[in-house]
């Protein structure tokens, strides 16, 4: 059976940083991308990054230069490293698994999500 479980959420301070995990279980994880999506109340999901199984990376614009997606295959976890947060960040965060990085509906593994707030 096919597991994510995300971790590392939290509440920080404008100009904070958190590091999400997406421990990943039931899969090599090696052989899979990795995407981190974000779902704020009341919009839609939207990506926010991806890294491909060989290690190649992808940023939305709004996190280009805050955000840093990172594997480690032989703990079978990805990492989201999320640095400078501002009041547009604040969302549920999901990482999904799949053969390459796609468009969110194409995933097949999605963890349950973490919680990210942004407040002074």
């Known amino acids: 059976q096919v597991q994510l479980v995300e971790s590392g959420g939290g509440l920080v301070q404008p100009g904070g940083s958190l590091r999400l995990s997406c421990a990943v279980s039931?899969?090599?994880?090696?052989?899979?991308?990795i995407g981190w999506f974000r779902q704020a109340p009341g919009k839609d999901r939207e990506a926010v990054s991806c890294?491909?199984?060989?290690?190649?990376?992808w940023y939305e614009d709004p996190v280009k230069g805050r955000f840093t997606v990172t594997r480690d295959n032989v703990k079978n976890t990805a990492y989201l490293q999320m640095n400078n947060l501002s009041p547009d960040d604040p969302a549920v965060y999901y990482c999904?698994?799949?053969?390459?990085?796609?468009?969110?509906?194409?995933?097949?593994?999605w963890g349950q999500g973490t919680q990210v707030t942004v407040s002074s």
């Open positions: 999904a698994a799949d053969w390459g990085c796609f468009d969110a509906d194409e995933y097949d593994y």
């Open positions: 039931g899969l090599q994880l090696e052989l899979y991308a």
């Open positions: 890294i491909s199984a060989s290690d190649g990376t």
